[in-house]
């Protein structure tokens, strides 16, 4: 789909943040028909490869890399109680949102019941996190019959809040997406590097690498969207600017060309997660490998959700 850029306020954010660098130099190495255009997108700064302008950047009309609808999800995380829930619910309730982008919220399994009755039909239900099978003798788990059950639609797998501090690791992961997917359940899989592993130039082996659990272990990728949350701009007021956030996208978008197929990589969003808000959402909607967010503390705010949302108006259909 093609999109035409538009200029909106917030755009200096990103220049007042911390920049990072350290994604792999190899990754200049794409195929013929990108390696022109992403080889004139990096320059070494002191040693590190940092992304300079480009003609890609600087063009006012911007693509849609990928096939697929705008997605923007909210992630409530272990947040709310019922009265605070029934605001937002409510403030989200009387929001206006722009029709052509897919909306899903995912509270605190607790309060999924309660949003799902109240909630209006225009926004999908996630939940936070599930079990690898069947339900049974697992203490504390979810299953996936119990959130299609109570309504859900999605699920988000492989949060880095899970990977890194509950420890789950890839592989596990992947075997969760595996039967949510197999039951019908769409994935939210996220991936995503550390500070340390972005500064030692691993972010594409991590990304990679979490990647790669999901294609072994999922039956289709129809019903999967991909979030890519760099691990230090998760609710540290740090956020990747949108070159960045668009150089691990179409890396991103890449690997699945080569190793799943180039059908899944066209269809499959690849969505940005950290600390996305209503300053900084029209700048990042515009790369052209961003596909929507996975937003968590402003989510948590029904009219900056909503601007979030409709943070798709920064792609106008080109004529």
């Not at 072994?216 to 949350?229: F, G, K, L, R, T």
Request: with cysteine.
């Amino acid at each position: 789909m093609a999109v035409v850029s538009t200029s909106l306020a917030g755009g200096a954010v990103s220049s007042q943040l911390t920049q990072f660098s350290g994604l792999r130099k190899s990754f200049l190495k794409l195929d013929s028909t990108n390696a022109n255009a992403t080889q004139s997108l990096f320059h070494n700064v002191n040693s590190h490869l940092r992304l300079a302008s480009s003609n890609k950047g600087c063009r006012g009309v911007v693509t849609m890399a990928g096939s697929g609808k705008f997605f923007v999800g909210g992630n409530w995380k272990c947040n709310g109680t019922k009265d605070s829930i029934s605001k937002l619910v409510s403030d989200l309730n009387n929001a206006t949102l722009e029709s052509d982008v897919d909306v899903v919220v995912a509270p605190p399994f607790v309060y999924i019941d309660q949003v799902k009755n109240s909630l209006s039909d225009r926004i999908e239900i996630a939940a936070q996190n599930c079990w690898t099978g069947k339900g049974g003798a697992f203490t504390g788990e979810i299953s996936v019959e119990q959130l299609k059950d109570l309504g859900c639609k999605w699920v988000v797998l492989g949060h880095s809040e899970r990977r890194h501090i509950i420890g789950e690791d890839d592989q596990f992961i992947g075997k969760k997406a595996a039967y949510a997917l197999s039951e019908g359940l769409g994935v939210i899989a996220c991936i995503g590097e550390l500070l340390e592993e972005r500064e030692s130039g691993k972010t594409f082996d991590v990304c990679f690498q979490q990647l790669k659990a999901y294609a072994d272990a999922v039956p289709s990728w129809d019903n999967v969207v991909i979030a890519y949350e760099p691990v230090w701009a998760i609710g540290t007021g740090k956020v990747a600017t949108p070159e960045q956030a668009q150089e691990v996208h179409v890396a991103v978008r890449d690997w699945l060309n080569k190793n799943v197929s180039a059908e899944v990589a066209s269809k499959t969003r690849i969505i940005y997660g950290g600390s996305v808000n209503g300053g900084n959402c029209a700048e990042l909607a515009k790369q052209e490998d961003i596909d929507g967010f996975l937003v968590g503390g402003a989510s948590l705010k029904g009219p900056e959700f909503a601007t979030i949302v409709n943070s798709v108006t920064s792609k106008k259909v080109a004529a």
